[in-house]
């Protein structure tokens, strides 16, 4: 297309995103390979790293939860499960700062002096962050689960196969305990409420019958319907009230009891460490040809914005030359013109 005053507009086509691919070919299709082989090689170079990966299955308590439920429901009461371990309970208890910091800060083993952290780190970790810590075993650990069986898989991958195995089974292990003493002191709180919520609903069933019986024995005779009857049957209803009270509390306090001592295990360990820890595999061919593709994408895409801005630049119009004055303002290109000059 001419423009009014003679000067040709050019415009984007095919040609003009082929020509600079077909003109650079050899150096976008040079540095292609090298790029791939550099990343190929530091791959195959990287050491062999080993996986040390268990399943474990969370228990959760059916017995709470027909018998000690169908038992309160007769009764009237409501069962307070309270804290039940959950697959994603759980694979947040993996996860947390407080199972991954203190699996870090322990000790390789009974008879030496290394910490966990120094062994990941191949250094004495003085830091005392448990954050940092935290991180450094989260980049070696790898939990997943199925939410249809509620099977969680726990992977540590490291270049020491021994410190992978010592990792994986400490978080799991600390993961339990911490679940222990969770799930106790709320069983031990619960027990403790329901045992003082028994003792008042005891008080008032002794009020109320004591009650009845201070009235039995000040009115000898209560016709129906008369206000010595009426009352007779409002201390009576106030005793069945009580009875119905005291019957929920005592059933939600040998709840407590028996969640407060219940020995259940918290996960059960489905798929234990095999003796041989399994192989990662380094993927080299893989990696090589992901670099290979994405490589060549972004040299084809640099060439051609590279001739397109040439192109644009060459013009004389008023935007070409706003844009040449805005790149001379940079401070790279100012130091050249005074070294230049």
């Known amino acids: 297309m001419s423009a009014p005053d003679g000067e040709i507009v050019e415009g984007v086509d095919t040609l003009t995103l082929l020509t600079p691919l077909v003109e650079k070919r050899r150096q976008i299709i040079g540095w292609t390979v090298v790029i791939a082989l550099a990343v190929g090689a530091y791959a195959f170079a990287q050491p062999r790293k080993y996986k040390a990966e268990l399943s474990v299955s969370p228990v959760v308590n059916s017995k709470s939860g027909s018998s000690l439920g169908g038992i309160a429901a007769l009764a009237g009461a409501s069962l307070q499960l309270g804290y039940q371990l ?31 952290i120094d062994r990941v780190l ?13 991180k450094h075993l989260d980049k070696l650990t790898t939990v997943g689960t199925n939410k249809e069986t509620g099977t969680i898989t726990i992977a540590v991958q490291h270049k020491d196969s021994a410190l992978a195995r010592v990792i994986a089974s400490r978080i799991v292990d600390s993961a339990s305990q911490i679940f222990v003493r969770t799930s106790k002191a709320q069983a031990q709180q619960l027990r403790m409420a329901q045992e003082a919520r028994v003792a008042n609903a005891q008080a008032q069933l002794t009020a109320a019958e004591d009650r009845l019986r ?57 798929d234990p460490l095999p003796p041989n820890l399994p192989k990662v595999r380094k993927r080299v061919i893989m990696k090589t040809v992901i670099a290979g593709v994405v490589s060549f994408v ?44």
């Open 86 to 116: 959950t697959p994603s309970r759980m694979v947040e208890l993996l996860r947390s700062r407080a199972v991954l910091s203190g699996v870090g800060y322990s000790r390789l083993s009974p008879n030496s002096n290394q910490r966990i």
């Open 122 to 134: 191949n250094e004495r970790y003085t830091l005392n962050d448990a954050e940092d810590v935290a």
């Open 214 to 270: 201070e009235f039995n024995f000040s009115n000898r005779a209560t016709p129906a319907f008369s206000i010595a009857g009426m009352e007779r049957d409002r201390l009576a209803r106030e005793i069945s009230f009580a009875e119905k009270v005291y019957t929920q509390a005592a059933t939600e306090r040998e709840d407590a009891y028996a969640r407060e001592l219940e020995a259940t295990p918290t996960v059960v360990l489905q």
């Open 298 to 341: 972004l040299l084809a895409l640099a060439a051609v914005l590279t001739d397109l801005t040439r192109r644009r630049l060459q013009r004389s119009d008023e935007d070409s030359a706003r844009f040449k004055r805005a790149v001379s303002t940079l401070p790279r290109l100012r130091a050249r013109r005074r070294s230049v000059s």
